[in-house]
Nanobody, 120 residues
Framework: QVQLVESGGGLVQAGGSLRLSCAAS????????MGWYRQAPGKQRELVAR???????NYAASVKGRFTISRDNAKNTMNLQMNSLKPEDTAVYYC??????????????WGQGTQVTVSS
């Protein structure tokens, strides 16, 4: 079992910055990757940024160059630094952990989500 708790969301003006954090607890010895997803009203949940256990990263095209994902292994946290925020970044942001399970499958764990609102 893995528990994920997000923090750092809020209201910010366009052009501003926010830093999201995800605190992970529980058994994550078989971690494949962690990432941030977001879901805006009326839209599907989408990948924002992903960080593999090997250090590889990938970003949605819409956030590349503005957002940076990182992980602090000592604190067992994952962060998302969001700069130059735009109104279209407004969404609920979810922390995700992909865990390797028996049989070679991946199991997804999710946090409860944190609201990010960017005003124009």
């Amino acid at each position: 079992q893995v528990q994920l708790v997000e923090s750092g969301g809020g209201l910010v003006q366009a052009g501003g910055s926010l830093r999201l954090s995800c605190a992970a607890s529980g058994s994550n010895n078989s971690l494949n990757a962690m990432g941030w997803y977001r879901q805006a009203p009326g839209k599907q949940r989408e990948l924002v940024a992903r960080l593999t256990s090997g250090g590889g990263t990938n970003y949605a095209a819409s956030v590349k160059g503005r957002f940076t994902i990182s992980r602090d292994n000592a604190k067992n946290t994952m962060n998302l630094q969001m700069n130059s925020l735009k109104p279209e970044d407004t969404a609920v942001y979810y922390c995700n952990a992909e865990i390797n399970v028996v049989g070679g499958f991946l199991y997804d764990y999710w946090g409860q989500g944190t609201q990010v609102t960017v005003s124009s």
